[in-house]
């Protein structure tokens, strides 16, 4: 199994929801990532994940807030979010970081949720 | 810091001619290079990468870049186009040198459109 699977593929929430999106990849990688892709634009950074431990938050608002329960599984939690945080966001999984099984970790990305923000 | 520049934001081909995306980097040290392709509403797919082994790289669906280190360039080529080809393309760097800190660069895109 090569791939990383998004659920729910589409997704509408008003202001004051609490929603969350759910990643999940079955190919054993220690490494995982949440993306936000605005349209027309490249996906850009949000968390990374290894051994199930938080390694970077790129700054993210608190009102995304991401949780790996387990090596194969990846939430991010959405509560009162802002109709601008409206795109395509994207998980990713690689067999490790960069450089800790040295060579490079081809990242494996999912197909993504499209959130809207009413 | 490294960066990409991806030179072309749109370009249109015929079907059955060359495509050509132009991509040129910028880092201080021997980069890892990849082309990724993300079709409408698809996630993102690698087309293939660099990692200082041979400077010419081969990827899936006929794609192939070159490593050129003295253009700092990595151009994505397909010898001959087809309508199935057309979805944006990102050429990505890689930030770090080992070690946690590690993330994908990407370039702004390139649109590719292919006409019958």
């Known amino acids: 199994d090569t791939e990383v699977t998004q659920t729910p593929k589409h997704l509408v929430m008003g202001m004051t929801n609490k929603k969350s999106l759910k990643c999940e990849q079955h190919m054993g990688h220690r490494a995982m990532y949440w993306y936000k892709q605005k349209a027309k634009k490249p996906p850009e950074l949000m968390f990374v994940?290894?051994?199930?431990?938080?390694?970077i938050n790129e700054s993210v608002p608190s009102r995304f807030s991401p949780e790996c329960p387990n090596s194969s599984l990846l939430n991010l939690h959405l509560h009162a979010l802002q109709p601008e945080d409206s795109a395509l966001y994207l998980c990713?999984?690689?067999?490790?970081?960069?450089?800790?099984?040295?060579?490079?970790?081809?990242?494996?990305f999912g197909p993504g949720t499209r959130l809207t923000v009413l | 810091a490294q960066s990409v520049t991806q030179l072309d934001s749109h370009v249109s081909v015929s079907e059955g001619t060359p495509v050509l995306l132009r991509c040129n980097y910028s880092?201080?040290?021997?980069?890892?290079l990849f082309w990724y392709v993300q079709h409408p509403n698809k996630g993102l797919q690698l087309l293939l990468k660099y990692t200082s082994a041979a400077t010419l790289v081969k990827g899936i669906n006929g794609f192939e870049a070159e490593f050129k280190k003295s253009e700092t360039s990595f151009h994505l080529t397909k010898p001959s186009a087809h309508m199935s080809d057309a979805a944006e393309y990102f050429c990505?760097?890689?930030?770090?040198?080992?070690?946690?800190?590690?993330?994908?660069?990407f370039g702004t895109g390139t649109l590719l459109a292919v006409q019958p």
């Open positions: 990505v760097v890689t930030s770090g040198y080992g070690g946690a800190t590690n993330k994908l660069i």
């Open positions: 990713a999984s690689s067999p490790n970081l960069f450089g800790l099984a040295g060579g490079y970790n081809e990242q494996f």
């Open positions: 880092s201080s040290y021997s980069p890892s």
């Open positions: 994940y290894s051994y199930e431990k938080l390694s």
